[in-house]
């Protein structure tokens, strides 16, 4: 069964700190893996994809990581700012182009 | 160029009523999928329409019904609400090219609460 597990669920971090949100995932076979952010009250909004030949790829203070081997994603945020609170959420494109999503981790920075 | 739009964005009904939730997509967009989210259960897959046609459906029950007009617009219709079809509701849309590889954009969502 295909599966995205994120963790931590929530994550309370103060302003200027980095942090690191993972994503574990069982989809098979893969095509693609994309972090969205969610701001409250709005729909998600792309921040970054990973396909299976890329290791690590930055948009601005975020930076996403892809392990294909252990099936595994990270998105580290640094210097965080308090519009970076909010829900972020990974999903899977497997086959079929069927989409697996990760339950999100909710992330609040405090000044 | 507009971004997908939602209506209504927010709508209160009762248990036992119908309601139907509307969905334009970006312009050039063939694809509109929607997704039910509540606070326990994350974002839910309900299905995707692609030129007028469901390609992919999640697992609802079948109260939860959608259909996709020719010029992309999309509509999904709850049925025979219940208490726990309070949620919001997310309409997407994707343009499937080699640059996109599929993006999501999502609209603000429809949020519905029953009563």
């Known amino acids: 069964k295909n599966q995205v597990e994120q963790s931590p669920q929530s994550l309370i971090i103060l302003e200027g700190k980095n942090c690191t949100l993972q994503c574990n995932y069982t989809v098979s076979p893969f095509s693609n893996l994309r972090w969205y952010k969610q701001d409250t009250g709005r729909g998600p909004v792309s921040l970054t994809i990973?396909?299976?030949?890329?290791n690590t790829k930055s948009n601005g203070r975020y930076t996403a990581t892809l392990d294909a081997d252990t099936k595994q994603s990270s998105l580290h945020i640094t210097a965080s700012q308090l519009s970076d609170s909010a829900s972020y959420i990974c999903v899977v494109r497997g086959a079929g182009n069927m989409l697996t999503f990760g339950g999100g981790t909710r992330l609040m920075v405090k000044p | 160029k507009a971004g997908v739009t939602q209506t209504p964005r927010y709508l209160i009904k009762t248990r036992g009523q119908q309601v139907t939730l509307s969905c334009s997509p970006i312009s050039g967009h063939r694809s509109v999928s929607w997704y039910q989210q509540t606070p326990g259960q994350g974002l839910q897959f309900l299905f995707e329409?692609?030129?007028?046609?469901?390609?992919n459906k999640g697992n609802f029950p079948g109260r939860f019904s959608g259909r996709q007009f020719s010029n992309s617009r999309s509509e999904m219709n709850v049925s025979t609400l219940e208490l726990g079809d309070s949620a919001l509701y997310l309409c997407?849309?994707?343009?499937?090219?080699?640059?996109?590889?599929?993006?999501?954009?999502f609209g603000e969502g429809s949020r519905l609460t029953v009563l």
């Open positions: 990973m396909t299976f030949s890329e």
């Open positions: 329409y692609f030129s007028e046609t469901q390609r």
């Open positions: 997407a849309s994707s343009q499937w090219t080699d640059a996109n590889t599929g993006e999501l954009f």
